[in-house]
């Protein structure tokens, strides 16, 4: 069965470090949807992706947060420097095309210091 | 007014039991709804989606979409201890196609 890939599966750091999260969507779903999620709430957009373009990133902190997808692909959300409210569980969706059923990755839980 | 609502519970219902989840919605232009199921340190899975007025059964599960009233809800019938975790209101707006995620309901099936 086809299912998002997300790494690392945890990642404890200390403040003002860098962080990666690595997400290979299924294969052929255009879209790739990035989500913050803090504990006892829901999921929050970062940033959206069709093919290997941002069409909504209106929530990324864009001062430390980065996110691409070169290819059209797989995608790396950045985050420089971290800060302690930033712990929280990063989770990848792909759809086969935007408003489409999402399937998340496993997630990333990111612990900062 | 947030976009998704939900009555984050706790709720709590008996094993064998219904429990009933509701969500509402504000913009009425929304046109795809959907049910997560969200376990305790792990991602939301989906359970059902909901496209038109009335009601979709899938097994156990039924989902119920009102958009007169712009409002979701999910039917659990026969509920069990398994069944318990965090239940998430997804739905796409249709305009930019943005989905906005509810805070959930969390529910506890009692044995």
């Known amino acids: 069965e086809a299912e998002v890939a997300q790494s690392p599966r945890y990642k404890i750091t200390e403040k003002s470090q860098a962080v990666a999260f690595w997400c290979d969507p299924i294969?052929?779903?255009?879209?790739l949807y990035w989500y913050r999620q803090i504990l006892g709430q829901g999921p929050e957009l970062l940033v959206q992706?069709?093919?290997?373009?941002?069409?909504?990133d209106s929530q990324l902190p864009k001062d430390r947060f980065s996110a691409e997808r070169l290819k059209g692909v797989d995608s790396t959300l950045k985050i420089q420097p971290a800060e302690l409210g930033d712990s929280a569980m990063y989770l990848c969706?792909?759809?086969?095309?935007?408003?489409?059923?999402?399937?998340f990755g496993a997630g990333t839980r990111l612990s900062v210091l | 007014q947030k976009e998704v609502e939900q009555n984050s519970g706790p709720l709590s219902v008996p094993e064998g039991a219904i429990a009933s989840l509701n969500c509402t919605y504000s913009?009425?232009?929304?046109?795809?709804f959907f049910w997560y199921r969200q376990y305790s340190g792990k991602s939301p899975e989906l359970i059902m989606s909901?496209?038109?007025?009335g009601d979709k059964e899938d097994g156990r599960f039924t989902a119920q979409l009102n958009k007169a009233s712009q409002y979701v809800s999910l039917l659990i019938r026969d509920s069990q201890p398994s069944d318990s975790a965090t239940y998430l209101c997804a739905v796409n707006r249709g305009t930019g196609n943005q989905f906005y995620f509810g805070t959930g309901t969390s529910l506890t099936v009692i044995p």
């Open positions: 294969s052929g779903h255009a879209t």
């Open positions: 909901i496209y038109s007025n």
């Open positions: 913009d009425r232009g929304s046109q795809s």
């Open positions: 992706f069709q093919d290997e373009s941002v069409v909504d």
């Open positions: 969706a792909s759809s086969l095309a935007a408003g489409q059923v999402q399937y």
